[in-house]
């Protein structure tokens, strides 16, 4: 508890704010309350005392505050007048009570929360991202077996056959990512393996000459 006068001087000390501040009393009673602002708060107090000078009740705000050892920490402040015999008012009664433990426990639960909130996301995601990919693999299967069937159908020789090839390969090469997906929604731990490029791109070239063209030899 802190006694002052409504220009804000210190005029009484409790022990309370000797443990708080680090100062004894015969070092803050006759200075201002200034000596205990930080470089980012003060002004709450300023315009509270010119209030309640003015005839305001009771204020109460959060804002920082500066010890003796030069370590800011965050105060919760409670400003009420104190009136003399007339009625007038002659001074005020500040309570600072330190909060830095609970507002850090407060800023620490804002980013639990926000982390758990991601972490709710990327799962709903990875069952989102699970189910497209199953859907998509039972479509692809389809493509596979009527692929078979049609090659099963087709002279050797015949003109067609390599493009089932192509659309055989094409959805294995696919089939194969949506396995990677379903593993990622299900965290199954993926078995990577060694590719050539130089087989990959081969395995293409012939889709790639039909769809690009002539852009692909420049």
């Known amino acids: 508890m802190i006694g002052m006068s409504v220009e804000g001087v210190i005029t009484s000390w409790n022990i309370g704010a000797e443990h708080m501040y680090g ?8 200075r201002r309350m200034s000596l205990l602002f930080s ?16 005839g305001g009740a009771a204020e109460q ?11 800011v920490f965050d105060v919760s402040v409670t400003v009420a007048p104190v009136r003399g015999e007339d009625g007038s008012v002659v001074g005020a009664a500040v309570v600072d009570r330190d909060i830095t ?8 639960r804002r ?9 709710e996301r990327l799962e709903s995601l990875g069952r989102l ?3 497209i990919a199953h859907d998509f693999n039972n479509l692809l299967g389809v493509i596979l ?31 194969g990512l949506t396995r990677q997906l379903l593993a990622f929604a299900r965290r199954e731990i993926l078995q990577p393996k060694i590719l050539s490029l130089n087989d990959v791109i081969s395995d293409i070239e012939p889709l790639l ?6 852009k692909l030899n420049s």
Do not use: W
């Not at 980013?111 to 972490?119: E, G, I, M």
């Open 61 to 71: 705000f959060d804002t920082r505050r500066v010890g003796r050892s030069g370590m």
């Open 145 to 175: 077996n009527y692929a078979t069937f049609i090659e099963r159908e087709l002279d050797d020789h015949d003109a067609a056959t390599n493009d089932l090839g192509q659309i055989r390969a094409a959805a294995e090469r696919a089939s």
């Open 111 to 119: 980013v639990l929360d926000a982390r758990l909130n991601q972490s």
């Open 23 to 30: 100062y004894g009393a015969e070092e803050v009673i006759g």
């Open 39 to 54: 470089a980012d708060g003060g002004e709450e107090l300023h315009d509270a005392l010119l209030r309640i000078a003015g």
């Open 129 to 131: 991202a699970g189910g």
């Open 101 to 108: 433990s609970r507002l850090s426990l407060e800023r620490e």
């Open 209 to 214: 000459q039909r769809t690009l063209g002539s």
